[in-house]
């Protein structure tokens, strides 16, 4: 029999569909307190964020500091042309003068590719350059370059001399000079990169009576002198310096590389060669080594001596034992006499048996 009667339709609503549940009010708590704690965490985060962005204004606020752009740069644009610095006075390092060898003479050797420090040091009693230059591992060559000492007596006590961190020497640049060129000419293994960097440099730019430091890469031992002062001239007037003291040269005549312990001299043939200061003749020689060629030597007062190297033989006009007074004609130089191939004096000044730069007397 078909059941035509059904309980559970009995109860619904006109249309057939079944009443809808409402939200029990336990689950609508839930769903406010999250939504408050979402609100809660959000408020918390913009507030972290805002804080953030205030502290780098505030530090806006501090006065600027003024950038400078290094137009000598290879980032300079093409169509700008490099500031080149006017000539002026070497700039002198800041010091803190001192009367002890301190941090420069107990610290580990700096490398070379770290800018050069200096430190103004003053001679106590008893000390000479010869004490000062071992407490500080350094050679006297560099205190008298760098401090340009004509007068190695005259540094006693109480004298405040300016002491750097490494062995080497000052030298002067000249017209034509360039960081590359100033690493050749002294045989430097670094780069020119490193030499600008050991100058504390900010770009490749350099201007002629600038103070440059040319690192010795090759240290000597110190030694012992003491001599009274005495005044030198160049020997060869109108003539040109074309190699430096402690400059690594090519000598075409024993086909070797000398560092040089005087300076070359470029003139003129048949240039007349004169003595630097008065003194008397020592020597006149020739130096078969061909290091030296036809030379005079002269001794000067305060145990110093000073050589006239690669003379023409036939133009030498003094001999053993002669006086000679500062300016006096001993000779001449010619292109056959010099290895060089033109007319070249090898100028050179020891004071008891320490070999100076010629170049700080003139």
């Given at each position: 029999?078909?059941?035509?009667?059904?309980?559970?339709?009995?109860?619904?609503p006109e249309g057939g569909q079944k009443p809808k549940r409402k939200l029990s009010n336990a689950f609508i708590a839930v769903i406010?307190?999250?939504?408050?704690?979402i609100i809660a965490v959000a408020i918390l985060i913009i507030y972290n964020m805002l804080s953030k962005v205030e502290a780098p204004q505030a530090a806006s606020s501090a006065p600027a500091v003024e950038q400078t752009v290094d137009e000598t740069s290879p980032a300079?644009?093409?169509?700008?042309?490099?500031?080149?610095p006017a000539p002026a006075a070497p700039v002198v390092p800041d010091f803190s003068?001192?009367?002890?060898?301190?941090?420069?003479?107990?610290?580990?050797?700096?490398?070379?590719?770290?800018?050069?420090?200096?430190?103004?040091?003053?001679?106590?009693?008893?000390?000479?350059?010869?004490?000062?230059?071992?407490?500080?591992?350094?050679?006297?060559?560099?205190?008298?370059?760098?401090?340009?000492?004509?007068?190695?007596s005259a540094v006693v006590e109480g004298t405040k001399i300016t002491v750097?961190?490494?062995?080497?020497?000052?030298?002067?640049?000249?017209?034509?000079?360039?960081?590359?060129?100033?690493?050749?000419?002294?045989?430097?293994?670094?780069?020119?990169?490193?030499?600008?960097?050991?100058?504390?440099?900010?770009?490749?730019?350099?201007?002629v009576g600038q103070k440059l430091f040319i690192?010795?890469?090759?240290?000597?031992?110190?030694?012992?002198?003491?001599?009274?002062?005495?005044?030198?001239?160049?020997?060869?007037?109108?003539?040109t310096m074309i190699a430096y003291y402690g400059q690594s040269q090519l000598n075409p005549s024993t086909k070797t590389t000398e560092i040089l312990n005087g300076i070359l001299?470029?003139?003129?043939?048949?240039?007349?060669?004169?003595?630097?200061?008065?003194?008397?003749?020592?020597?006149?020689?020739?130096?078969?080594?061909?290091?030296?060629?036809?030379?005079?030597?002269?001794?000067?007062?305060?145990?110093?001596?000073?050589?006239?190297?690669?003379l023409d033989m036939n133009s030498i006009k003094v001999g053993v034992s002669d006086k000679?007074?500062?300016?006096?004609?001993?000779?001449?130089?010619?292109?056959?006499?010099?290895p060089y191939g033109s007319p070249t004096l090898y100028f050179k000044i020891e004071q008891n048996g320490i070999m100076l730069d010629p170049s700080v007397f003139f």
């Open positions: 029999m078909i059941k035509t009667n059904y309980d559970d339709l009995s109860n619904m406010c307190l999250l939504t408050v704690i300079a644009t093409a169509d700008t042309e490099p500031e080149i003068q001192v009367s002890t060898a301190q941090s420069l003479g107990n610290a580990a050797k700096p490398s070379y590719e770290d800018q050069v420090q200096y430190q103004e040091y003053t001679l106590g009693k008893g000390e000479t350059l010869e004490t000062v230059a071992s407490k500080f591992g350094i050679t006297i060559q560099t205190i008298l370059s760098v401090n340009q000492i004509k007068n190695p750097p961190d490494r062995s080497g020497r000052l030298y002067t640049v000249e017209e034509g000079d360039m960081l590359s060129s100033i690493t050749k000419k002294f045989n430097l293994s670094m780069g020119w990169k490193t030499l600008q960097e050991v100058n504390g440099l900010k770009g490749e730019s350099i201007f690192p010795d890469e090759t240290a000597v031992e110190s030694i012992s002198f003491a001599a009274s002062g005495i005044e030198f001239k160049s020997p060869l007037k109108g003539g001299i470029a003139g003129s043939e048949g240039a007349a060669v004169t003595a630097a200061s008065s003194g008397t003749v020592m020597d006149t020689a020739y130096d078969a080594t061909g290091s030296q060629g036809y030379y005079v030597k002269i001794s000067h007062d305060g145990g110093y001596n000073s050589y006239y190297c690669f000679v007074d500062i300016g006096d004609e001993i000779g001449s130089i010619s292109s056959e006499s010099s």
